[in-house]
Nanobody
């Protein structure tokens, strides 16, 4: 079993920055993909950024503003969010995929005021 615990969400003004963290614990394999997704009210959950040994991938809407990174020794993934916009407001979920299993965190709210 795998547990994901997110932190770092909050309220910020447009143009500001936030850093999200997600710590994974449990039966973690060395080969996996970790990432961040977000879901705004009334909308589907969309990929924001993912990271694996093969590299990173970003949604077009966050390229150049968000940076995903990971500390494998701590099984932790980060999302540095800069130049935040009101449309970035959503619940952000951490995700880990290993073998055929996908795991989700409980989500952390990010609210960007105009």
């Amino acid at each position: 079993q795998v547990q994901l615990v997110e932190s770092g969400g909050g309220l910020v003004q447009a143009g500001g920055s936030l850093r999200l963290s997600c710590a994974a614990s449990g039966n973690i394999f060395s080969i996996n993909v970790m990432g961040w997704y977000r879901q705004a009210p009334g909308k589907q959950r969309d990929m924001v950024a993912i990271i694996s040994s093969g590299g990173t991938k970003y949604a077009d809407s966050v390229k150049g503003r968000f940076t995903i990174s990971r500390d494998n020794a701590k099984n932790t993934v980060y999302l540095q969010m800069n130049s935040l916009k009101p449309e970035d407001t959503a619940v952000y979920y951490c995700n880990l995929v290993q073998r055929t299993n996908a795991y989700w965190g409980q989500g952390t709210q990010v609210t960007v005021s105009s």
